[in-house]
């Protein structure tokens, strides 16, 4: 008996319609705890990142990372608007912060998705044992894989250089108005593919796409659905593609990021800031997943496009106009 989920139904796809109302509930808990913790000062420290800014910066990372509209961008603009230099200040802390945030993301995924994830995983297991590909999820799983490799590499090589160089604001603004291009004219293209018959090559290039995310304003999700409209996927393929990328990238880079922050001990003021940005990051990013998969069924990426142009054109408002330097 063939027990692999229909990746190609979206009806078929992910919990069951309990479970999914089970999710939608968890995410309202996460976010309410998030914000009781939040109005406590629970493991707060004077001068440090607040709870309140580590709630903000949670909710932006959980609707920004799988929305197409760029998590590193927003995460850097936010504090960029409300004047606030503490993670700018304190390196160690902002890189354990950020590690934390993207768990919380990667929560969301995996509990939304957490089907798909455990048929997908099984059939990677289970063609390693027959040294062959029979099933659509077993060619996911090598899709998957494939597409992983060069993000993985690109991370390791380039984070660095692209912290240094880049991700000023008007950096940013730039990105996000030519990469809303890039959505925009993708979309435009026929959706006539499931996202099993994306070929090998094709998730190879989406991996090498998904590089660019590292540049603040370009989006991780938003070049990988660009990427996956190019190559014709339909707009719930491309996105629900998107999202099970992130589950090995995040997941391996959190590894590595967290292993490095054990030896050299978590930062002061960690506690709070970071069980509130979790929690937060958590509970919108499933807001974000479901409401996106279900706006999809009816409209295509304009509103993203849209978004991200008047974001663009309000950063460089502000700079122009001297409200908020160019530089941060």
């Not at 914000?35 to 309140?52: I, P």
């Not at 609707?63 to 760029?70: A, D, F, V």
């Not at 354990?96 to 993301?105: I, K, S, W």
């Amino acid at each position: 008996m063939d027990s692999s989920v229909d990746i190609s139904d979206p009806e078929s796809k992910g919990s069951s319609f309990f479970s999914r109302r089970l999710l939608f509930v968890l995410a309202g808990i996460a976010l309410v705890a998030a914000v009781l913790l939040a109005l406590l000062g629970v493991g707060e420290k004077s001068g440090a990142l607040s709870d309140w800014q580590a709630f903000v910066l949670g909710i932006t990372q959980g609707l920004t990372e799988l929305l197409p509209i760029s998590s590193s961008g927003h995460l850097i603009l936010v504090p960029w608007l409300g004047n606030w230099h503490y993670l700018e200040n304190h390196e160690v802390f902002n890189k354990t912060f950020d590690v934390a945030l993207h768990v919380g993301t990667l929560i969301a995924v995996v509990a939304y998705f957490w089907t798909e994830i455990v048929a997908i995983l099984r059939a990677w297991f289970g063609s390693i044992r027959r040294r062959s590909i029979t099933s659509q999820d077993e060619r996911l799983a090598w899709l998957l894989l494939i597409a992983t490799i060069p993000a993985a590499l690109g991370g390791a090589v380039g984070e660095t250089f692209i912290e240094k160089r880049l991700g000023q604001p008007w950096q940013i603004s730039i990105a996000l108005a030519l990469f809303a291009v890039a959505l925009w004219l993708a979309d435009r293209l026929p959706e006539n593919k499931p996202m099993t018959k994306l070929r090998y090559r094709d998730a190879l290039a989406l991996g090498l796409a998904q590089m660019l995310a590292l540049v603040p304003g370009v989006s991780r999700s938003g070049i990988t659905i660009t990427g996956a409209r190019l190559f014709k996927l339909d707009r719930d393929s491309a996105a629900r593609f998107s999202f099970l990328m992130l589950v090995p990238v995040v997941f391996g880079a959190a590894l590595l990021k967290t292993v490095k922050v054990l030896g050299s001990g978590l930062p002061a003021g960690w506690a709070g800031p970071f069980a509130v940005g979790i929690l937060a990051a958590a509970g919108s990013g499933l807001v974000a997943i479901w409401g996106l998969l279900g706006y999809l069924r009816r409209h295509d990426y304009s509103l993203f496009v849209i978004y991200r142009l008047l974001a663009a054109l309000a950063v460089l408002i502000l700079i122009i106009s001297g409200v908020r330097g160019s530089t941060f």
